[in-house]
């Protein structure tokens, strides 16, 4: 599937071709602080599918409990987290789906570290919906 992407200011733009059966939600405690939000959903891509348009992200390396080094790629002017990679010649880019201009189209198939979950964030069903604020 061909998506494009861009960060909330559009400073930042990229497409990239992608398989949606990788779309998956990261219960992780990392994820919940990096995303302010009780999860993030995301999207492998492999790099060579992967293409930059414009701008230049920023890179803030995070070390995991194991050692291993991740960067975390966002953009400089308004702070929308855009992608992670491997900190050195990244084989695929994990693409932050709410980025995503079909994301509407991204059903997550997968949810990972859910130990970590929020309780309430995986059954949102029966809370009270508004169209707008």
């Known amino acids: 599937m061909h998506v494009t992407g ?9 497409e ?34 992967f293409q930059m348009h414009s701008g230049i992200p920023k890179t803030y390396i995070k070390t995991a409990e194991s050692g291993s080094k991740r960067a975390h790629s966002f953009c400089p002017n308004c702070g929308t987290p855009v992608y992670s990679s491997d900190v050195t010649d990244p084989k695929s880019y994990s693409l932050r789906v709410g980025c995503l201009d079909q994301r509407d189209h991204l059903i997550p198939q997968k949810q990972i570290w859910h130990q ?10 029966n809370i009270t919906k508004l169209t707008k604020q």
């Open 116 to 125: 970590s979950s929020v309780p309430w964030s995986t059954n949102i069903a």
């Open 16 to 49: 990239a071709d992608l398989d949606p059966s990788m779309v998956s939600i990261c219960h992780c405690t990392d994820c919940q602080m990096m995303s302010g939000s009780p999860y993030r959903v995301s999207v492998r891509v492999p790099a060579e599918q």
């Open 6 to 14: 861009k960060c909330h200011c559009g400073d930042i733009s990229y």
